[in-house]
């Protein structure tokens, strides 16, 4: 069992909103970054770079607790 501390809690959230945008992108042509945004570029780039970080936050959480889990077993 791996501890998840906020900023990973935080990460699943912001990680599955992003795929359900981009869900919504290919489904229907609708942008949800676009819209919450206001059509502001440098807003819409704040939310994809947050997003971005928080999908690299979740990658290191798989080695993170592959690490723990490991050293549990020995």
Partial sequence: MCKLNLFDKISFILVII???NWG???LLNVNLVNIVSLGFPLIQRIIYVIIF???L??????FRCNLIEAHSKK
């Fill in 53 to 55: 970080l928080s999908s």
């Fill in 24 to 26: 919504l992108i290919g």
């Fill in 18 to 20: 992003g795929a359900f």
């Fill in 57 to 62: 936050n979740l990658i290191s959480l798989i």
